[in-house]
Protein backbone atom coordinates (compact mmCIF):
# COMPACT_ATOMS: atom_id res chain seq x y z
CA UNK A 1 0.00 0.00 0.00
CA UNK A 2 1.09 3.60 -0.58
CA UNK A 3 1.28 5.93 1.95
CA UNK A 4 2.74 9.79 2.30
CA UNK A 5 5.05 10.75 5.06
CA UNK A 6 5.37 14.49 5.56
CA UNK A 7 7.42 15.79 8.42
CA UNK A 8 6.09 19.11 10.11
CA UNK A 9 7.61 22.59 9.41
CA UNK A 10 9.30 22.61 13.37
CA UNK A 11 10.77 19.10 12.61
CA UNK A 12 14.60 19.14 12.05
CA UNK A 13 15.98 16.67 9.73
CA UNK A 14 19.89 15.92 10.56
CA UNK A 15 22.20 13.40 8.99
CA UNK A 16 25.93 11.99 10.23
CA UNK A 17 27.34 9.17 8.43
CA UNK A 18 25.09 6.23 8.76
CA UNK A 19 22.60 8.20 11.82
CA UNK A 20 20.36 10.65 11.52
CA UNK A 21 18.39 12.85 13.95
CA UNK A 22 14.86 14.06 13.62
CA UNK A 23 14.19 16.88 16.08
CA UNK A 24 10.81 18.71 16.75
CA UNK A 25 11.17 22.35 18.32
CA UNK A 26 7.89 22.78 19.01
CA UNK A 27 7.34 19.57 21.25
CA UNK A 28 10.98 19.40 22.04
CA UNK A 29 11.10 15.43 20.91
CA UNK A 30 14.13 13.70 19.17
CA UNK A 31 14.26 10.22 17.65
CA UNK A 32 17.91 9.15 16.37
CA UNK A 33 17.91 6.25 14.01
CA UNK A 34 20.57 4.13 11.70
CA UNK A 35 19.48 4.18 8.77
CA UNK A 36 18.71 1.10 6.09
CA UNK A 37 19.02 2.01 2.63
CA UNK A 38 15.17 2.83 2.45
CA UNK A 39 15.45 5.67 5.10
CA UNK A 40 18.63 6.58 3.66
CA UNK A 41 16.34 7.09 0.10
CA UNK A 42 13.63 8.71 1.95
CA UNK A 43 15.73 10.89 4.08
CA UNK A 44 17.22 12.20 0.75
CA UNK A 45 13.75 12.78 -0.70
CA UNK A 46 13.35 14.62 2.31
CA UNK A 47 16.03 16.81 1.98
CA UNK A 48 15.47 17.56 -1.37
CA UNK A 49 13.30 20.82 -0.96
CA UNK A 50 11.44 20.63 -4.20
CA UNK A 51 9.31 17.27 -2.64
CA UNK A 52 8.16 20.10 0.29
CA UNK A 53 9.10 18.07 3.11
CA UNK A 54 6.37 15.59 2.25
CA UNK A 55 7.22 12.17 0.31
CA UNK A 56 5.46 8.83 -0.96
CA UNK A 57 6.42 5.36 0.36
CA UNK A 58 5.41 1.90 -0.57
CA UNK A 59 4.88 -0.29 2.03
CA UNK A 60 6.02 -3.25 0.53
CA UNK A 61 9.83 -1.71 0.03
CA UNK A 62 10.04 -1.45 4.07
CA UNK A 63 11.07 -3.95 6.74
CA UNK A 64 10.78 -3.91 10.46
CA UNK A 65 13.23 -1.23 10.90
CA UNK A 66 11.51 0.79 8.69
CA UNK A 67 8.32 0.38 9.69
CA UNK A 68 9.35 1.26 13.24
CA UNK A 69 10.97 4.23 12.05
CA UNK A 70 7.20 5.73 11.04
CA UNK A 71 6.07 4.30 14.14
CA UNK A 72 8.64 6.42 16.23
CA UNK A 73 7.86 9.29 14.31
CA UNK A 74 4.10 9.41 14.38
CA UNK A 75 4.46 8.45 18.08
CA UNK A 76 6.48 11.55 18.49
CA UNK A 77 4.53 13.86 16.76
CA UNK A 78 7.65 14.56 14.38
CA UNK A 79 5.42 14.12 11.28
CA UNK A 80 2.87 12.36 9.81
CA UNK A 81 1.70 9.19 7.98
CA UNK A 82 -1.47 9.15 5.57
CA UNK A 83 -2.46 6.99 2.80
CA UNK A 84 -1.48 8.39 -0.20
CA UNK A 85 -4.09 10.73 -2.50
CA UNK A 86 -4.82 12.69 -4.92
CA UNK A 87 -4.27 15.62 -2.81
CA UNK A 88 -0.66 15.50 -2.09
CA UNK A 89 0.45 17.15 1.56
CA UNK A 90 2.78 19.82 1.59
CA UNK A 91 5.10 20.92 4.68
CA UNK A 92 8.20 23.07 5.13
CA UNK A 93 11.52 22.38 6.80
CA UNK A 94 12.61 24.90 9.27
CA UNK A 95 13.83 27.74 7.43
CA UNK A 96 15.68 30.58 8.95
CA UNK A 97 14.97 34.32 7.77
CA UNK A 98 17.12 36.96 8.44
CA UNK A 99 15.45 39.88 8.00
CA UNK A 100 18.33 42.20 8.81
CA UNK A 101 21.33 42.13 6.44
CA UNK A 102 25.02 43.99 6.60
CA UNK A 103 24.51 45.25 3.46
CA UNK A 104 24.51 49.56 2.29
CA UNK A 105 26.49 52.56 2.76
CA UNK A 106 29.20 52.26 5.24
CA UNK A 107 27.62 54.49 7.61
CA UNK A 108 24.73 52.54 7.97
CA UNK A 109 26.68 49.46 8.57
CA UNK A 110 28.19 50.77 11.36
CA UNK A 111 24.87 51.61 12.88
CA UNK A 112 23.85 47.95 12.61
CA UNK A 113 27.00 46.96 14.08
CA UNK A 114 26.11 49.05 17.36
CA UNK A 115 22.56 47.93 17.13
CA UNK A 116 24.24 44.51 18.04
CA UNK A 117 25.69 45.33 21.32
CA UNK A 118 22.77 44.43 23.96
CA UNK A 119 24.99 44.25 27.04
CA UNK A 120 27.74 45.47 28.67
CA UNK A 121 29.05 44.54 31.87
CA UNK A 122 31.51 46.73 34.17
CA UNK A 123 34.37 45.25 36.87
CA UNK A 124 33.84 47.75 39.27
CA UNK A 125 37.02 46.42 41.05
CA UNK A 126 38.53 46.10 44.80
CA UNK A 127 39.19 43.27 47.46
CA UNK A 128 36.90 40.84 46.18
CA UNK A 129 36.57 37.66 46.67
CA UNK A 130 40.30 34.68 46.03
CA UNK A 131 40.17 33.10 42.18
CA UNK A 132 40.01 34.53 38.63
CA UNK A 133 36.97 33.10 38.04
CA UNK A 134 36.13 36.14 36.16
CA UNK A 135 36.66 33.78 33.16
CA UNK A 136 34.14 31.57 33.56
CA UNK A 137 31.30 34.00 35.10
CA UNK A 138 30.36 36.99 35.86
CA UNK A 139 32.54 36.56 39.51
CA UNK A 140 33.95 39.43 41.82
CA UNK A 141 37.28 38.73 41.60
CA UNK A 142 39.86 40.46 43.78
CA UNK A 143 41.11 43.55 41.70
CA UNK A 144 44.30 46.23 42.57
CA UNK A 145 42.50 48.72 41.36
CA UNK A 146 38.55 50.66 40.98
CA UNK A 147 37.19 51.86 37.68
CA UNK A 148 37.53 55.16 38.44
CA UNK A 149 33.76 56.94 38.31
CA UNK A 150 35.40 59.81 36.43
CA UNK A 151 36.13 57.15 33.35
CA UNK A 152 32.71 55.03 34.05
CA UNK A 153 29.87 58.27 33.90
CA UNK A 154 31.17 59.55 30.06
CA UNK A 155 31.34 55.78 29.31
CA UNK A 156 27.85 55.51 30.27
CA UNK A 157 27.00 58.66 28.47
CA UNK A 158 28.43 56.58 25.22
CA UNK A 159 26.25 53.98 25.76
CA UNK A 160 22.93 55.54 26.84
CA UNK A 161 21.73 56.46 23.29
CA UNK A 162 21.41 52.71 22.54
CA UNK A 163 18.29 51.64 23.95
CA UNK A 164 18.87 48.02 23.18
CA UNK A 165 22.01 48.30 25.18
CA UNK A 166 21.69 46.82 29.02
CA UNK A 167 24.53 47.83 31.54
CA UNK A 168 25.19 45.80 34.68
CA UNK A 169 28.17 47.00 37.13
CA UNK A 170 29.63 44.54 39.57
CA UNK A 171 30.88 45.11 42.58
CA UNK A 172 33.63 43.42 44.23
CA UNK A 173 34.30 45.83 47.20
CA UNK A 174 31.18 47.66 47.10
CA UNK A 175 32.07 49.24 50.64
CA UNK A 176 35.22 51.03 49.64
CA UNK A 177 34.43 52.09 46.16
CA UNK A 178 35.41 55.98 45.85
CA UNK A 179 32.32 58.07 45.08
CA UNK A 180 29.87 55.45 45.28
CA UNK A 181 27.35 57.97 46.33
CA UNK A 182 28.30 60.69 43.59
CA UNK A 183 27.99 57.37 40.79
CA UNK A 184 24.42 56.30 42.26
CA UNK A 185 23.07 59.29 42.08
CA UNK A 186 24.21 60.22 38.31
CA UNK A 187 22.44 56.22 37.76
CA UNK A 188 18.74 57.23 37.85
CA UNK A 189 17.99 57.93 34.49
CA UNK A 190 18.93 54.19 33.86
CA UNK A 191 16.51 52.78 35.51
CA UNK A 192 15.14 49.05 34.14
CA UNK A 193 18.47 48.97 31.60
CA UNK A 194 20.79 48.76 34.55
CA UNK A 195 21.55 46.56 37.21
CA UNK A 196 23.74 46.38 40.02
CA UNK A 197 25.90 42.84 41.45
CA UNK A 198 27.41 42.79 44.65
CA UNK A 199 29.01 40.17 47.14
CA UNK A 200 26.00 39.08 49.76
CA UNK A 201 27.85 40.25 52.82
CA UNK A 202 27.41 43.86 51.18
CA UNK A 203 23.76 43.43 49.41
CA UNK A 204 22.97 45.83 52.72
CA UNK A 205 24.46 48.47 51.06
CA UNK A 206 22.04 48.86 48.57
CA UNK A 207 18.72 48.12 50.10
CA UNK A 208 18.11 51.68 50.92
CA UNK A 209 18.22 53.27 47.69
CA UNK A 210 18.39 50.73 45.10
CA UNK A 211 14.61 49.18 45.01
CA UNK A 212 13.36 52.79 44.64
CA UNK A 213 15.19 53.21 41.55
CA UNK A 214 14.00 50.82 39.43
CA UNK A 215 17.45 49.25 38.87
CA UNK A 216 17.68 45.03 38.94
CA UNK A 217 19.76 43.59 41.45
CA UNK A 218 22.03 40.76 41.64
CA UNK A 219 22.86 39.14 45.03
CA UNK A 220 26.38 36.66 44.48
CA UNK A 221 26.74 34.37 46.97
CA UNK A 222 29.70 31.68 48.23
CA UNK A 223 28.06 30.05 50.81
CA UNK A 224 31.29 28.27 51.80
CA UNK A 225 32.75 32.13 52.54
CA UNK A 226 30.09 34.01 53.59
CA UNK A 227 27.29 31.79 54.67
CA UNK A 228 24.13 33.22 54.35
CA UNK A 229 24.80 36.52 54.23
CA UNK A 230 22.55 38.74 52.08
CA UNK A 231 19.40 36.79 52.53
CA UNK A 232 18.30 39.10 55.13
CA UNK A 233 18.62 42.52 53.59
CA UNK A 234 17.15 40.89 50.02
CA UNK A 235 14.95 37.88 49.54
CA UNK A 236 11.84 37.70 46.98
CA UNK A 237 12.89 40.11 44.39
CA UNK A 238 16.22 39.62 43.74
CA UNK A 239 17.81 37.26 41.53
CA UNK A 240 20.39 35.19 43.75
CA UNK A 241 23.62 34.05 42.16
CA UNK A 242 25.29 30.89 43.90
CA UNK A 243 28.73 29.62 43.16
CA UNK A 244 29.42 25.81 43.63
CA UNK A 245 32.53 24.34 43.22
CA UNK A 246 31.66 21.00 45.08
CA UNK A 247 29.30 18.94 46.05
CA UNK A 248 29.14 19.98 49.77
CA UNK A 249 28.94 24.38 48.53
CA UNK A 250 26.14 22.79 45.89
CA UNK A 251 24.03 21.28 48.85
CA UNK A 252 24.58 24.17 51.07
CA UNK A 253 23.27 26.59 48.32
CA UNK A 254 20.47 24.76 47.65
CA UNK A 255 19.42 24.78 51.65
CA UNK A 256 20.08 28.53 51.56
CA UNK A 257 18.09 29.19 48.10
CA UNK A 258 15.15 27.04 49.06
CA UNK A 259 11.86 29.02 48.54
CA UNK A 260 13.67 31.98 46.90
CA UNK A 261 12.14 32.61 43.79
CA UNK A 262 15.05 33.91 41.13
CA UNK A 263 18.18 31.69 41.55
CA UNK A 264 20.91 30.80 39.21
CA UNK A 265 24.08 27.97 40.01
CA UNK A 266 27.35 29.06 38.69
CA UNK A 267 29.32 25.64 38.78
CA UNK A 268 33.14 26.96 39.05
CA UNK A 269 35.79 24.88 37.68
CA UNK A 270 39.06 24.80 40.19
CA UNK A 271 41.44 22.69 38.25
CA UNK A 272 40.46 19.75 41.16
CA UNK A 273 37.02 19.46 41.00
CA UNK A 274 36.73 17.91 37.51
CA UNK A 275 34.58 15.01 38.96
CA UNK A 276 31.90 17.20 40.59
CA UNK A 277 31.33 19.21 37.38
CA UNK A 278 31.20 16.06 35.12
CA UNK A 279 28.33 14.54 37.69
CA UNK A 280 26.69 17.70 37.46
CA UNK A 281 27.31 19.90 34.84
CA UNK A 282 28.74 17.90 31.66
CA UNK A 283 26.00 17.06 29.38
CA UNK A 284 25.09 13.53 28.45
CA UNK A 285 24.04 12.65 25.38
CA UNK A 286 20.27 11.50 26.83
CA UNK A 287 20.25 15.32 28.40
CA UNK A 288 21.10 16.88 25.07
CA UNK A 289 18.78 14.85 22.94
CA UNK A 290 16.05 15.63 25.73
CA UNK A 291 16.90 19.66 26.06
CA UNK A 292 14.10 21.85 25.14
CA UNK A 293 15.81 24.21 22.55
CA UNK A 294 13.41 26.31 20.40
CA UNK A 295 14.00 26.70 16.93
CA UNK A 296 15.40 30.32 16.93
CA UNK A 297 18.13 28.19 19.56
CA UNK A 298 18.88 25.92 17.18
CA UNK A 299 19.36 28.69 14.02
CA UNK A 300 21.04 30.95 16.50
CA UNK A 301 23.75 28.03 17.44
CA UNK A 302 24.38 28.31 13.50
CA UNK A 303 25.23 31.94 12.83
CA UNK A 304 25.92 33.19 16.41
CA UNK A 305 27.70 32.40 20.01
CA UNK A 306 24.97 31.72 22.24
CA UNK A 307 26.67 33.00 25.36
CA UNK A 308 28.49 35.93 24.08
CA UNK A 309 26.61 37.70 21.12
CA UNK A 310 26.29 41.58 21.55
CA UNK A 311 28.24 41.58 25.32
CA UNK A 312 31.21 43.16 25.97
CA UNK A 313 33.34 43.46 29.35
CA UNK A 314 35.06 46.35 30.93
CA UNK A 315 37.61 45.86 33.43
CA UNK A 316 38.47 48.19 36.28
CA UNK A 317 42.01 48.98 33.85
CA UNK A 318 39.73 50.42 31.26
CA UNK A 319 40.06 47.69 29.07
CA UNK A 320 37.37 46.47 26.72
CA UNK A 321 37.05 42.88 26.20
CA UNK A 322 34.38 40.73 24.03
CA UNK A 323 35.82 37.24 26.09
CA UNK A 324 38.37 38.13 29.27
CA UNK A 325 40.50 35.08 28.00
CA UNK A 326 41.24 37.12 24.45
CA UNK A 327 43.10 40.51 24.10
CA UNK A 328 41.03 43.62 24.97
CA UNK A 329 39.06 44.77 21.85
CA UNK A 330 40.38 48.77 22.67
CA UNK A 331 39.72 50.73 26.10
CA UNK A 332 37.33 52.85 27.98
CA UNK A 333 38.83 55.92 25.37
CA UNK A 334 37.94 54.11 21.74
CA UNK A 335 35.02 54.54 19.83
CA UNK A 336 32.40 52.39 20.39
CA UNK A 337 32.12 51.51 16.54
CA UNK A 338 36.02 50.19 16.71
CA UNK A 339 35.61 48.22 19.55
CA UNK A 340 32.15 46.20 17.87
CA UNK A 341 34.50 46.43 14.39
CA UNK A 342 37.12 44.86 16.39
CA UNK A 343 35.15 41.97 17.47
CA UNK A 344 33.55 41.58 13.78
CA UNK A 345 37.56 40.80 12.45
CA UNK A 346 38.73 38.99 15.10
CA UNK A 347 35.96 36.67 16.27
CA UNK A 348 37.34 36.51 20.07
CA UNK A 349 33.44 35.25 21.19
CA UNK A 350 30.45 36.66 19.45
CA UNK A 351 30.31 34.58 16.91
CA UNK A 352 32.48 31.49 18.01
CA UNK A 353 30.85 28.44 16.62
CA UNK A 354 30.88 24.72 16.63
CA UNK A 355 32.11 24.55 13.45
CA UNK A 356 35.62 23.22 13.91
CA UNK A 357 37.23 19.77 15.52
CA UNK A 358 34.93 17.09 16.13
CA UNK A 359 31.72 19.35 16.67
CA UNK A 360 32.17 20.54 12.46
CA UNK A 361 30.19 16.56 12.04
CA UNK A 362 28.73 16.20 15.54
CA UNK A 363 25.03 15.49 14.64
CA UNK A 364 24.22 17.00 17.70
CA UNK A 365 26.03 19.85 17.15
CA UNK A 366 22.66 22.06 16.30
CA UNK A 367 21.20 21.02 20.24
CA UNK A 368 24.39 21.54 21.91
CA UNK A 369 25.42 24.60 23.70
CA UNK A 370 27.66 27.11 21.91
CA UNK A 371 31.25 26.73 22.99
CA UNK A 372 32.84 28.33 26.12
CA UNK A 373 35.66 30.17 24.99
CA UNK A 374 39.32 29.31 26.82
CA UNK A 375 42.15 31.29 27.08
CA UNK A 376 44.69 31.04 24.41
S1 LIG B 1 28.82 19.42 19.07
FE1 LIG B 1 30.89 19.12 19.85
S2 LIG B 1 30.73 19.39 22.07
FE2 LIG B 1 28.64 19.11 21.28
S3 LIG B 1 28.24 16.91 21.50
FE3 LIG B 1 29.04 17.24 19.44
S4 LIG B 1 31.26 16.92 19.59
FE4 LIG B 1 30.47 17.19 21.68
Known amino acids: MKKNLTLYPDTFLWTKDAFELLYNAKNY ?9 FLSDLSHRL ?23 LCQVENR ?3 VLREAGIRKTVSLPPLLCL ?22 LFYMGGNGWEGQFQLQAEYPFRSPEYLPVERLLPYLEKLYPFRQCSVRLLFSDMAHYPRAGMLMDRLSPWEKRLSLSVRASEAGLLAGWARGRGFGVEILHDVQIEGAAGLEDYGMDEEHVFFVKNTAGLEAASRFAEGLPHVRFVPLFTGKNRDFLEENVFLTREELLSSRVSKRIVFAHDVLNTHYYGKLVVMPDGKVHSHL ?12 HQIVKAEENENYAW ?26
Open 47 to 69: LDFSNFYSVDIDDEDMDEADRDF
Open 77 to 79: HLG
Open 351 to 376: KVLRNKGKCVRCLYRHLCPSPMCTRT
Open 325 to 336: GKPPLGDMDSFL
Open 99 to 120: QRGRKGKSDFMMDEFLLDLTSV
Open 29 to 37: QSYEFVLTP
